[in-house]
C-alpha cells in the first residue's frame, strides 16, 4: 500500500530536549515536506527537500533542521524544542514539487 | 511576499444545498493552484488541481473549482453538498519561480447541517 508513515504519532516533551520526528515513504517521491498545522493558520511548510541531499527552507524552517540522505526518509528534528513548537506536523510526499502530495497521518507534539 | 487567503473562517450548509468556498492569492504569476480536504483527524486529500489551460477544474466528490486571473481567486464549489463533506478545506499556492514552495491559507471549516 502507497503511504506516508511518520513516527510518533503523539509526542509530549520538556523543553530543550532534542527529538526527531521520522516520516518514510515508500512511493518512491522525489519531493517530500514538513508542515505544521496551528489554528487559523492553515498549514506553513517547514522544510522541503527536491532530492536526497537537496533540501531547503520554506515559510517557518526556524529551529527546526531536516536531512534527506535516503530518498525514503525525511526525518523533521527539533534540536532544542521550545513551546511555540507544539503543534501538529505533517509530512507528505509528491513525484515532484508541483504534483499531488501525499499527506503522513500527522505528529501531535506538545512542548512544556 | 506571496499570500493565500480564505476569507471565510467558518461556513455552515444545510445538506442538499450549493456550498461555495473562497480562496484569493497574491502573486504576479499564475501560480499553481490546488485544494485540499481535511476530515476530522485526518492528514490532507487532494480535491482538485490547475496548472494551465481550461480554467473550470472538476475534481473528485462532485468538487469543481474555477480560475479567475483577473480576480486572483480559485474558489471551490459543489452543487449539493452531503453530510460527508464536513471538513475543513485549505486552499493552496506554488509558484516555481519562488522557490519550489507551497503556500497554504488558513483553511475553511464546513459544517454540514441535516
Known amino acids: 500500500e502507497a503511504q506516508v508513515t511518520q513516527n510518533p504519532r503523539y509526542l509530549i516533551t520538556v523543553t530543550g530536549k532534542k527529538l526527531t520526528v521520522t516520516c518514510s515513504q515508500n512511493m518512491n517521491h522525489e519531493y517530500m515536506s514538513w508542515y505544521r498545522q496551528d489554528p487559523g493558520l492553515g498549514l506553513r511548510q517547514i522544510y522541503y527537500s527536491m532530492n536526497v541531499e537537496v533540501t531547503d527552507k520554506g515559510d517557518v524552517p526556524e529551529g527546526y533542521k531536516v536531512s534527506r540522505k535516503e530518498k525514503r526518509n525525511f526525518p523533521l528534528i527539533l534540536e532544542s524544542p521550545s513551546p511555540n513548537q507544539t503543534s501538529l506536523y505533517f509530512c507528505?510526499?509528491?513525484?515532484?514539487?508541483?504534483?499531488?502530495?501525499?499527506f503522513g497521518p500527522g505528529t501531535r507534539l506538545t512542548v512544556t | 511576499a506571496q499570500s493565500v487567503t480564505q476569507p471565510d473562517i467558518h461556513i455552515t450548509v444545510s445538506e442538499g444545498a450549493s456550498l461555495e468556498l473562497r480562496c484569493n492569492y497574491s502573486?504576479?504569476?499564475?501560480?499553481?493552484l490546488f485544494w485540499y480536504v481535511q476530515s476530522p483527524g485526518q492528514g490532507l486529500q487532494l480535491l482538485l488541481k490547475?496548472?494551465?489551460?481550461?480554467?473550470l477544474v472538476q475534481g473528485i466528490k462532485g468538487f469543481e473549482a474555477e480560475f479567475k486571473r483577473s480576480q486572483s481567486s480559485f474558489n471551490l464549489r459543489k452543487p449539493s453538498v452531503h453530510w460527508s463533506d464536513a471538513a475543513e478545506y485549505f486552499c493552496a499556492v506554488g509558484l516555481s519561480a519562488a522557490g519550489n514552495k507551497l503556500t497554504f491559507g488558513g483553511g475553511t471549516r464546513v459544517l454540514v447541517k441535516p
Open positions: 502573486y504576479g504569476a499564475t501560480p499553481y
Open positions: 507528505a510526499s509528491s513525484l515532484s514539487s508541483f504534483y499531488e502530495q501525499y
Open positions: 490547475y496548472f494551465s489551460g481550461d480554467t
